[in-house]
């Protein structure tokens, strides 16, 4: 079904030349809704809260107004914390269409899709050797970060660590989002023991309900949080099996997932409740995944919390350590939570008048403190953003909160404006958010008004600088109070900055380290950190791009970095579709954006080697059409004369003729209006 209105076409992607399958719809089968399987699948207990009751809860948490068969003015994506995606520049109107493909059920049908392979068929991975350690980085260590998926393998098993995707950006048009290349892992499914989950950001779990088929429906283990996400994400996927989800709490003792291998969870400070990290214990010492991590401090100073949450480590064997690199390049420490909940209380105590707060839904645990203030001072809370609302429905069902009294956005005019509180999405700019609406008067229940304040607590998204000045400029001209972190302390980073990324380096000693969750320069610039804490630089392994591989052999006591790499292009979904990201495909359609289309349609007489008629011309997105009617008739004079001069030999090929009128018409249009349109030529005989 066609949701477009930008699009009357509906999902067009017949260009798409990912070597992809249509995989028809299996029939629905009710039982494998979550919600519903009775199988015999064990269940670790945490605390009273079973994964059956959170399903039961799921079920009561409502749909949101933005459910995926309505209509959808949120965007999906509005939910992304900094470096958990790029936003999709916003200009082209497709947004919307986008969010509702995210949501197509009918597009996580890959399970066994054959056409994730590499195409770098050289690259033959030799067989791990018995006693050997493997550890890859699938994912995460190209770009900002996101596609987190490390792979563990010793003998005949392994564990999988996250399994994270990427939002589209500019970089990648007509793609909704990517997701690992786990090639590498279908290949060895029959050897996957479990798969670990560090937290409930999208970049560490967007990708499960697309490949945990396809790695076939090993366990996963997680905190319950985080577990929750995955549920509600994995319902709107009904003809996929149930998931196995196993929750573990951070006191746990280590669970035995195989013969040598073991996974213990431990504590750590984030930005969404249950947020922790991965050891994978294995025959020769600890590989430790921390995830993402900041440092709750004063000044600088850890809490004393954050130091009991490291002492674990104090007589454990560390053979590798991975660690979150996203704010290397920031010096110092990050402002503490607290101060941010302190500084937006006092907001939410002293605004006179309605009060808008603008965050990302990932950032659970502050909206949570801002519920609190909301109930302490007595305001009523709109909550605008189907992330947002299903997290503070799981945070309510979790007893993280105590909080009713949220309202719709159609009540909020029954209370005073001194009562009233938002909670919304959209402070990058996204279309159809409630921010973009308001800022275009297109709101149907909120007008802004200047007794109106608006605190943005979030940070610009690198990329969306431009986005982000235009609404700030159709917000001012309403002139409410707008307060962002540059005056004021409402926004820190869930990612510890250079300070906190050394102090945990100093909690946890390691035999080797290797970077992770940042682009190349990151990387290097957390080798360069360590080396100044005096880690020898042999001991820092900067993978070289997703898929590299390394190997402890020799008991352990040797470190290799294999030549080879696992299948690693990266692999995009796309409508119905997925498959490897075809390089030539991208480049065509930035041409298109950047210049157009210009088409050549020609028919020429068989027998007399002329033209029936004047050659049609069509263009796209190049030029104006009716201020260009000289341009477009000398291009037929040009393509005429091709024609006929090329005809004049009887034994001219059609398809030398049509590159030519490409190559020359190309050429022309070059030098006349300095765009470079893609030329195609059609040319027909009779
Ligand atoms: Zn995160
Ligand atoms: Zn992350």
Redesign the pocket.
Same mark, same amino acid.
């Given at each position: 079904m066609n949701t477009d209105p930008n699009n009357p076409s509906g999902g067009h992607h017949g260009e798409f030349q990912a070597k992809s399958t249509h995989v028809p719809r299996p029939p629905y089968r009710p039982n494998d809704r979550p919600g519903n399987h009775s199988n015999n699948r064990t269940f670790v207990y945490r605390k009273d809260t079973s994964m059956q009751s959170i399903e039961h809860a799921l079920d009561k948490i409502a749909t949101p107004s933005t459910a995926p068969s309505t209509p959808v003015p949120q965007n999906q994506r509005n939910d992304r914390g900094p470096? !958990?995606a790029k936003r999709m520049n916003g200009n082209r109107g497709n947004d919307r269409r986008r969010n509702d493909r995210n949501r197509n059920p009918e597009r996580a049908r890959f399970g066994d899709n054959p056409d994730r392979s590499s195409s770098h068929k050289d690259d033959v991975i030799p067989p791990l050797k018995p006693g050997d350690l493997r550890v890859i980085a699938i994912g995460g260590v190209e770009g900002i970060?996101a596609i987190?998926m490390t792979v563990v393998e010793y003998r005949d098993q392994i564990v999988v660590i996250d399994a994270?995707f990427q939002f589209s950006d500019e970089n990648t048009p007509g793609v909704d989002f990517m997701i690992p290349n786990t090639k590498y892992l279908e290949d060895r499914k029959h050897m996957i023991k479990a798969l670990a989950i560090t937290h409930g950001?999208l970049? !560490?779990i967007g990708s499960l309900s697309f490949v945990i088929e396809a790695l076939g429906n090993p366990p996963i283990y997680t905190m319950q949080f985080g577990a929750m996400i995955i549920s509600k994400r994995h319902e709107e996927y009904p003809n996929l099996p149930a998931l196995d989800l196993r929750i573990v709490d951070k006191g746990d003792a280590a669970v035995t997932v195989s013969e040598d291998l073991k996974i213990k969870f431990f504590g750590l400070t984030h930005s969404i409740p249950d947020s922790s990290g991965v050891i994978v214990e294995t025959p020769y010492g600890d590989i430790v995944s921390t995830g993402?991590l900041r440092v709750e401090n004063d000044d600088g100073v850890a809490t004393q919390e954050e130091i009991d949450q490291y002492k674990l480590f104090k007589d454990r064997n560390v053979l590798l350590m991975t660690l979150?690199s996203t704010g290397i390049d920031k010096p110092g420490w990050t402002i503490s939570e607290k101060v941010v909940a302190d500084t937006v209380d006092k907001i939410i105590r002293d605004v006179k008048g309605r009060l808008l707060i603008a965050t990302f839904a990932s950032q659970v645990e502050r909206i949570i403190e801002f519920l609190n203030s909301a109930k302490r001072y007595g305001r009523v809370v709109v909550i605008e953003g189907r992330s947002m609302k299903t997290n503070v429905a799981i945070a309510k069902h979790l007893n993280l909160i105590n909080f009713d009294n949220i309202v719709d956005v159609e009540e909020m005019h029954k209370y005073p404006q001194n009562k009233i509180m938002m909670l919304v999405t959209g402070g990058q700019g996204e279309q159809y958010s409630i921010l973009d609406r308001v800022s275009k008067n297109s709101h149907k229940y909120l007008k802004l008004e200047p007794t109106d304040t608006i605190v943005f607590s979030s940070s610009v998204i690198p990329g969306n600088e431009g986005t982000v000045d235009a609404l700030k400029d159709a917000l001012y001209r309403k002139d409410p109070k707008i307060i962002t972190y540059y005056d004021s302390d409402v926004h820190a980073s869930g990612h510890g900055k250079r300070g906190e990324l050394e102090w945990v380096h100093k909690q946890i000693k390691y035999q080797y380290f290797m970077p992770v969750?940042g682009n190349y320069a990151r990387l290097m610039m957390h080798r360069d950190l360590v080396e100044n804490l005096g880690v020898p630089r042999d001991r820092v392994i900067v993978p070289d791009g997703n898929g590299a591989i390394i190997e402890f052999r020799e008991n352990g006591t040797k470190m290799v970095v294999l030549p080879q790499k696992a299948p690693h292009e990266t692999i995009a979904v796309e409508g119905t579709r997925i498959g490897i990201l075809q390089d030539v495909v991208i480049r065509d359609r930035k041409l298109l954006l950047e210049s157009g289309v210009f088409n050549i349609f020609a028919v020429i007489d068989e027998r007399s080697g002329k033209l029936k008629k004047s050659p049609d011309i069509f263009s796209r997105g190049f030029v104006y059409i009716r201020e260009n009617q000289e341009l477009f008739h000398k291009v037929r004079g040009l393509v005429k004369k091709i024609i006929e001069d090329r005809t004049m030999d009887p034994k001219y090929s059609i398809d030398e003729l049509k590159d030519e009128l490409v190559e020359k018409v190309e050429r022309f249009l070059l030098q006349k209006t300095g765009k470079k349109p893609i030329v195609m030529a059609a040319i027909v005989t009779f």
């Open positions: 470096f !958990h970060g987190n994270g950001h970049d !560490h993402d979150d969750h």
